[in-house]
Every structure is written in C-alpha cells, then in structure tokens.
C-alpha cells in the first residue's frame, strides 16, 4: 500500500471533477487517499470541525416552494437522464445518470472520459479505469447522498443555506448541518412544471461542479443491475 502523492492527486483533478457531484471531498488537495496497486482505493475522509452554518432567511412564500420542491423529489422514485457536467477548470463532459431511491445512482460518462460512479449498498463506489483504480467513500459524506434518501427532506438534518426564485427557475441550495464541511449542494427547477433542471455541488475550497439534465424520465424500470458495484479493494 502506497500513499498517493500531492502532485499525482491534483494530476488527475481534471478527472476527478467529473464525479464531484458525488464526491466534493476529492477535490481537497490535502485529503489523505491510500491506493491498492492495480486494485483499487479506499479513501480515508478527512474529519472536519463541524461548524453550524447560516440558514437563509426564508419567506412564507420560500417555505411553500421549498414544501413543493420536497413533494416533487418524493413523487418519482427513479429517473433516467441525459447530463452534461461543467467542471471548474471548464471541461464539459456528457453521460448518462441513473438514480433509483433509496440509495442507488449510476453516473455512465460518454468516451473518452474512463469514469464510472455507482451508488448502492451505503457506498459510493469511483471507477477510473485508465488508471484501473477504484475508489470508495460513505454515501452519507457525500452531499447527493441528500437525495437518494427513502424520503427526501429539506429540513430535518439539512440546513437551506441559499434561495432564489426568477426567471422561471427555483434554485435551492443546502448543507448537511452537521457536517458542512461535506460540500453545498445547490439545486435548480424548472417552477412551470416544477422539475429538477440542474445540480452543483460547490466544494471547501470554492470549486464548483454543476450537472444539467437533458430528456429526463422519472418513474421508469430500472433493471437492478444498473446500479451493480465495480469490484472493490479487499
């Protein structure tokens, strides 16, 4: 076991902003990685003071939206899309994204990109097969771990630290409120009808990470092996 340099971390930072979405703490240059020669990874999550964040001021008029949002997250259990994801060096790159609650998500980048994450089993699973690695971290250190609840809240456990409604597009962004330091997820719908247009995930050091969703499905069969876990290290 070895453990991986600084330099051949951010080397890769431009790959591995292609799964942010899932996993903010990647970006975080000083996070301790160990890798399995020609295995795999396991990440070590750095343990972060938790530090209460600012909840945004909310009108009568924001809770009704933030209520409507919730019921609209709860209504379909799966969804099946086309993405395009901006990194924040630029880099665009398009997939397909699967998600099935509870707990279940696949990210598929279209080639070259050599990336695969799947959600299943409490794990969020990294696949990066050009350098034939695999990484694995809690799913509830992960800010998209939000929304693959059984039930997905806005309260509860979850700060609103952010909200915006105009130009006919609502944008909701959160923390977990005991683990801030996790990463914001910012979330923008559609308000006629209300859906889920985009998403990004804003990381410690100000890196952002958005996905938007093209030719959306929700409600679909997902046959259950979409959301199989690569092999990981023993």
């Known amino acids: 076991m070895t453990l991986v340099s600084r330099d051949f971390f951010?080397?890769?930072?431009?790959?591995?902003?292609?799964?942010?979405?899932?996993?903010?703490?990647?970006?975080?240059?000083?996070?301790?990685?160990?890798?399995?020669?020609g295995a795999g990874a396991r990440m070590s999550v750095p343990q972060q003071d938790a530090v209460a964040p600012e909840?945004?001021?909310?009108?009568?008029?924001?809770?009704?939206?933030?209520?409507?949002?919730?019921?609209?997250?709860?209504?379909?259990?799966?969804?099946?899309?086309?993405?395009?994801?901006?990194?924040?060096?630029?880099?665009?790159?398009?997939?397909?994204?699967?998600?099935?609650?509870?707990?279940?998500?696949?990210?598929a980048y279209d080639p070259p990109t050599p990336l695969l994450l799947v959600a299943n089993e409490g794990k969020v699973v990294f696949r990066d097969n050009q350098l034939d690695q695999t990484t694995v971290i809690p799913m509830e250190r992960?800010?998209?771990?939000?929304?693959?609840?059984?039930?997905?809240?806005l309260s509860d456990d979850v700060t609103v630290t952010g909200f915006a409604h105009e130009g006919g597009l609502v944008q909701v962004s959160l923390v977990?409120?005991?683990?801030?330091?996790?990463?914001?997820?910012?979330?923008?719908?559609?308000?006629?009808?209300?859906?889920?247009?985009?998403?990004?995930?804003?990381?410690?050091?100000?890196?952002e990470t958005r996905v938007t969703l093209f030719d959306v499905h929700t409600g679909i069969a997902i046959p259950p092996d979409t959301f199989t876990l690569p092999a990981q290290p023993e």
């Open 176 to 207: 977990r409120t005991s683990s801030p330091g996790d990463g914001s997820l910012t979330l923008v719908f559609h308000d006629k009808p209300l859906a889920l247009r985009s998403w990004s995930v804003l990381d410690a050091q100000g890196r």
């Open 55 to 107: 909840a945004a001021v909310l009108s009568d008029t924001d809770r009704a939206w933030l209520a409507k949002i919730e019921q609209t997250l709860n209504s379909a259990s799966t969804f099946q899309a086309r993405m395009q994801q901006l990194d924040a060096d630029g880099k665009r790159t398009t997939g397909v994204v699967w998600m099935k609650r509870p707990g279940q998500m696949r990210l």
């Open 142 to 153: 992960t800010p998209l771990g939000l929304l693959l609840r059984q039930h997905v809240s």
């Open 10 to 37: 951010l080397s890769r930072r431009g790959l591995m902003a292609g799964v942010a979405v899932l996993l903010p703490v990647l970006a975080l240059p000083c996070a301790p990685v160990v890798m399995a020669q």
